[in-house]
């Protein structure tokens, strides 16, 4: 249970958090994926009404700060151009689109490809018209198998056991059945609303899976006993060059404290990659690059 008296205040576009040095934004990256053409754009947005720096958070989003506002609210030219990115589709959920994913899924080794579970569990979220009001920093982890980000700290999420199938977690220690990858989203975005009925909408209500009376067994309704293949825990990648299953190879960058400025940008845009990951570990992977 918990002893608060307000509302979580995460940060969002929509709802900035005001710090002495103006106002501070976060985006939400949904299995950590940053469009290059989005990267480009939320630089100018930095360099032109911010502190000129993109931070990387520890849930793999990105964060801006140092802008002006009036009363809490954004000037309307910064609102647009980070809407303009495409990273806010939907503006009424942008701050519970919190879905961490192991960052080489589909690319290197793992037991399944989770991309296409996090792209429809992120469209789930926002088609249902109630997550909006998830806590802003409830967490969705989805783990591949490898066990890179397995020991996170979550409210919902999964473990891979095979290619096609997943274990179901409700907190840290709560587990639920093995579904199919086809519906696991599914099945992660019904539990999402089990929490918010038995969460309520106090002002003191929980934030998080184990705040609830009976934690994640509360939304998964029985106990089930963790396969020995869920209980897996591996760190980070290194750093460096990492070779592809598909041949090519992907390059693991630390990022600065201070964040990417618009040099630190124009060097990764030089890689011409569509995208790059951003990593729980506040580092970047650039991915799919020929060899050469």
Same mark, same amino acid.
């Given at each position: 249970?918990?002893?608060?008296?307000?509302?979580?205040?995460?940060? %969002?576009?929509?709802?900035?958090?005001?710090?002495?040095?103006?106002?501070?934004?976060?985006?939400?990256?949904?299995?950590?994926?940053?469009?290059?053409?989005?990267?480009?754009?939320?630089?100018?947005?930095?360099?032109?009404? @911010?502190? $000129?720096?993109?931070?990387?958070? !520890?849930?793999?989003?990105?964060?801006?700060?140092?802008?002006?506002?009036?009363?809490?609210?954004?000037?309307? #030219?910064?609102?647009?151009?980070?809407?303009?990115?495409?990273?806010?589709?939907?503006? !009424?959920?942008?701050?519970?689109?919190?879905?961490?994913? !192991?960052?080489?899924?589909?690319?290197?080794? @793992?037991?399944?490809?989770?991309? +296409?579970?996090?792209?429809?569990?992120?469209?789930?979220?926002?088609?249902?018209?109630?997550?909006?009001?998830?806590?802003?920093?409830?967490?969705?982890?989805?783990?591949?198998?490898?066990?890179?980000?397995?020991?996170?700290?979550?409210?919902?999420?999964?473990?891979?056991?095979?290619?096609?199938?997943?274990?179901?977690?409700?907190?840290?220690?709560?587990? @639920?059945? =093995?579904?199919?990858?086809?519906?696991?989203?599914?099945?992660? #975005?019904?539990?999402?609303?089990?929490?918010?009925?038995?969460?309520?909408?106090? +002002? @003191? !209500?929980?934030?998080?899976?184990?705040?609830?009376?009976?934690?994640?067994?509360?939304?998964?309704?029985?106990?089930?006993?963790?396969?020995? %293949? #869920?209980?897996?825990?591996?760190?980070?990648?290194?750093? $460096?060059?990492?070779?592809?299953?598909? $041949?090519?190879?992907?390059?693991?960058?630390?990022?600065?404290?201070?964040?990417?400025?618009?040099?630190?940008?124009?060097?990764?845009?030089?890689?011409?990659?569509?995208? =790059?990951? =951003?990593?729980?570990?506040?580092?970047?992977?650039?991915?799919?690059?020929?060899?050469?």
């Amino acid at each position: 249970m918990t002893t608060r008296t307000r509302r979580d205040l995460c940060p %969002g576009l929509l709802r900035p958090w005001i710090a002495e040095d103006g106002a501070l934004v976060r985006v939400r990256l949904p299995g950590g994926t940053l469009p290059i053409d989005a990267l480009v754009a939320l630089a100018d947005v930095a360099e032109q009404h @911010g502190d $000129g720096a993109i931070r990387l958070t !520890s849930r793999a989003n990105l964060q801006l700060r140092g802008f002006d506002h009036d009363g809490g609210v954004l000037p309307e #030219t910064v609102v647009d151009a980070v809407m303009a990115t495409g990273l806010i589709p939907s503006p !009424s959920h942008e701050r519970v689109r919190n879905i961490m994913v !192991s960052p080489l899924t589909g690319r290197v080794g @793992g037991r399944a490809d989770l991309r +296409p579970v996090v792209r429809r569990l992120d469209e789930l979220v926002c088609a249902e018209a109630g997550l909006a009001e998830l806590p802003g920093r409830f967490l969705f982890v989805l783990d591949d198998g490898r066990g890179d980000v397995a020991g996170r700290d979550l409210d919902l999420g999964l473990v891979a056991v095979d290619a096609g199938r997943a274990r179901v977690r409700a907190g840290r220690t709560a587990w @639920g059945k =093995v579904v199919t990858l086809d519906r696991a989203a599914q099945a992660l #975005t019904t539990l999402a609303a089990r929490f918010l009925e038995a969460a309520g909408a106090q +002002p @003191g !209500s929980p934030w998080h899976v184990d705040e609830l009376p009976a934690g994640g067994e509360a939304l998964l309704g029985e106990r089930v006993e963790a396969l020995p %293949g #869920t209980r897996v825990a591996t760190g980070p990648p290194a750093l $460096g060059r990492i070779t592809q299953d598909d $041949g090519r190879h992907a390059l693991h960058l630390a990022v600065p404290g201070t964040g990417l400025d618009r040099r630190l940008v124009d060097e990764i845009v030089a890689w011409d990659t569509p995208h =790059v990951i =951003v990593t729980p570990w506040r580092t970047l992977i650039v991915p799919d690059l020929e060899n050469g």
